[in-house]
């Protein structure tokens, strides 16, 4: 193993988007036995701390990898097109609307089946955000147009948490 590997390369998969979740934890624990710090306890102390270094290392690499999320953002960020959360908050004006009428019905909604109707359209355009995702990643390679992508997924992930507390709130 070499510690200059990308997560992809460390794990011994594809660097794309559709990656089988099966596989990715089959590989996980195949890693974690080779580099547990227990494993190297008769080597002393440096080893296992080289041991440990590894095993953070692989366990880091295992949750962006299993995150469909923080996966598309780590390909986009390897192809040159950092997703800059932080920074770069624009989105498309009809994207923009529609996160407001979300929020107006969420806001507006007063009983289960009314939330419950929103948390359906969201999780349709959730589901059509990640089918776009992965063509503009594994397709056609166009990485600054899935960093896009990448942020306004995030913007819906953070609205589907949102639709969970006002579930929370009205007791369901």
């Not at 510690?3 to 559709?18: C, H, K, T, W, Y």
């Not at 596989?23 to 080289?50: I, S």
């Not at 997703?83 to 609307?97: E, K, R, S, V």
Request: contains cysteine; aromatic residues 8%; proline residues 3%.
């Amino acid at each position: 193993m070499n510690l200059q590997s990308n997560d992809f390369e460390l794990f011994g998969v594809p660097a794309g988007f559709a990656q089988d979740r099966a596989a990715l934890d089959a590989r996980w624990k195949e890693l974690q036995k080779e580099v547990h710090p227990d494993k190297f306890a008769a080597q002393g102390p440096a080893a296992q701390r080289v041991a440990m270094q590894w095993s953070v290392r692989v366990n880091e690499a295992y949750q962006r990898l299993k995150d469909p999320l923080r996966r598309a953002a780590y390909l986009c960020e390897l192809h040159g097109a950092p997703i800059q959360a932080h920074d770069n908050t624009a989105m498309p004006a009809a994207f923009l609307m529609q996160q407001m009428e979300w929020r107006e019905a969420l806001e507006d909604a007063r009983d289960f089946a009314a939330v419950e109707a929103l948390d359906d359209e969201v999780m349709q355009a959730r589901k059509a955000g990640w089918a776009q995702c992965a063509a503009l990643i594994d397709q056609q390679g166009d990485y600054a147009a899935a960093a896009q992508q990448v942020r306004a997924l995030m913007f819906i992930a953070r609205f589907a948490d949102d639709i969970e507390r006002r579930r929370e709130q009205l007791g369901q």
